[in-house]
């Protein structure tokens, strides 16, 4: 089974800074999807940022971009120019490539608070 | 507009009562999904829906729970008789383009079991 590790549970950035958060993940597939989802107060989750294990290139969303290293199995999220609107948690999530095992594996969060 | 749309926003119920969650896709979804995060905790997989029937379900989903798309539309979650513990946040998710698509989660049912 897949496992997602988030080993910061919170990280604070000052505002306009860029702040790294981590993520490793454990699986034997080769081909799978990588995600970053944040969850403002609201609640609901919102896609940030995917990645797909076939890429080489690490994808990139404004200001949103990843550092992925496969053989490591790392797949970490930077934010440049952090907003206040980025203060959210933040969650890792897998998935394997497999028909019918398209289910999401989430790890723990990461809280990120914004400071002004 | 949403994607996915979820009723009711928040549910408050006695314990051992019935209680069913409503999912609305407004677009062409093929695979549903029920994932749980209770206050604090991490997003759980409960279960995956797929051409009107389960796909994959958690050891979470047991016998109190069920699912069902019953007018094509509608993608319901039923919690038989509730338990204190079922208290949480419950997110529908519907996968558009085929199982390689995006992932759009609803805004969320919060249930509270008192």
């Known amino acids: 089974a897949q496992t997602v590790t988030q080993s910061q549970p919170e990280m604070s950035v000052q505002e306009a800074e860029t702040v790294t958060l981590s993520c490793t993940y454990d699986?034997?597939?080769?081909?799978?999807?990588l995600f970053w989802y944040k969850q403002p107060p609201s609640r609901q989750m919102i896609l940030v940022i995917r990645?797909?294990?076939?890429?080489?290139q690490n994808a990139t969303e404004n200001r949103f971009s990843v550092n992925f290293q496969k053989a490591a199995k790392s797949f970490s999220l930077k934010i440049s120019d952090s907003q206040l609107g980025d203060a959210a948690m933040y969650f890792c999530?897998?998935?394997?490539?497999?028909?019918?095992?398209?289910?999401?594996?989430f790890g723990t969060g990461t809280r990120l608070t914004i400071i002004p | 507009e949403p994607e996915v749309t979820q009723t009711p926003s928040h549910q408050v119920t006695q314990m051992g009562q019935e209680v069913i969650l409503r999912c609305v896709p407004i677009s062409n979804h093929l695979y549903f999904y029920w994932y749980r995060q209770i206050l604090g905790q991490k997003v759980e997989f409960l279960v995956s829906f797929y051409n009107n029937e389960i796909s994959e379900k958690s050891e979470i989903f047991d016998d109190q729970f069920s699912v069902e798309r019953p007018d094509g539309s509608n993608f319901t979650l039923k919690i038989r008789s509730t338990k204190l513990e079922d208290s949480a946040m419950y997110f529908c998710a519907a996968l558009r383009g085929g199982h390689t698509g995006e992932l759009f989660f609803g805004e969320g049912s919060r249930l509270t079991v008192l």
């Open positions: 999530a897998y998935r394997s490539s497999n028909f019918g095992n398209e289910k999401l594996t």
């Open positions: 990645q797909e294990a076939y890429k080489q």
């Open positions: 699986t034997s597939e080769s081909d799978y999807y």
